[in-house]
């Protein structure tokens, strides 16, 4: 892929091309808006023969296309008797997806996912799927779930990885998520992909201050709508 074409211009993109990338059992990607971390998940998970928009390896599910060429300059490397099989998802497309296995239902039933609440829903996948060996991919899963839904993914995942029954990438601004037991992290942004622990994460320290202070914070934010002060800390 040509480095001055995006999705190349993206400094963590560039790393991997360049330098490839190992994943582990649980491979954790954080990182700002824009940084890169969604466009690299959705390429290995292309790359791995899933769904663009989330499904199953070779479910096909597709309704705009809208994602970036990367995944044809990716190589997946597989350890000899590793399951072909995986699963992304994505919470941005998963109400999508849900209709997309109604509309083509298996030999088995399952769930009716849209019967559920967004974040139920997405867990009932999890529980549905959780004793297939594979790949799981998942993309900012925090946006359909609460504080405790979080913990419970987590939970979920990490009885499949235990039984080893799958590995995990995940993408997530979400520092109870990033806290995955075992996970190796990497921050993503300018500088490409670097390796962290989670108390180091600026995700972690950010939260943090927030939580210690959030007036510090929020002050800035009617200072910026009377145009007073830009909203910086």
Not at 29 to 47: P, Y
Not at 76 to 82: I, K, Q, S, T
Not at 193 to 219: G, M, T
Request: hydrophobic fraction near 40%.
């Amino acid at each position: 892929m040509p480095r001055g074409v995006w999705p190349a211009t993206l400094a963590p993109v560039a790393q991997v091309l360049d330098h490839g990338l190992d994943l582990d059992t649980v491979t954790v990607f954080v990182g700002e808006n824009g940084a890169g971390k969604s466009t690299l998940v959705e390429a290995i998970a292309l790359a791995f023969g899933m769904g663009p928009e989330g499904g199953s390896t070779m479910s096909g599910h597709s309704t705009r296309p809208s994602e970036s060429p990367l995944w044809e300059h990716l190589a997946l490397h597989r350890e000899p008797g590793a399951p072909k099989s995986g699963f992304f998802l994505r919470a941005e497309t998963m109400h999508g997806l849900f209709t997309f296995l109604e509309q083509h239902p298996g030999a088995r039933p399952e769930p009716v996912f849209h019967e559920r609440s967004h974040g139920e829903s997405f867990l009932d996948f999890v529980i549905d799927r959780s004793q297939w060996p594979g790949l799981w991919i998942l993309d900012e899963p925090e946006s359909a779930l609460s504080f405790q839904g979080c913990l419970a993914l987590i939970g979920l995942l990490q009885a499949i990885v235990d039984d080893g029954l799958g590995q995990v990438v995940l993408s997530t601004h979400s520092p109870v998520l990033a806290a995955f037991p075992g996970a190796t992290i990497h921050e993503v942004g300018e500088w490409g992909l670097r390796r962290s622990a989670w108390a180091d994460l600026d995700l972690v320290r950010n939260q943090r201050a927030f939580l210690n202070a959030p007036e510090q914070y929020l002050r800035h934010l009617d200072a910026a709508a009377d145009g007073t002060r830009p909203p910086t800390q």
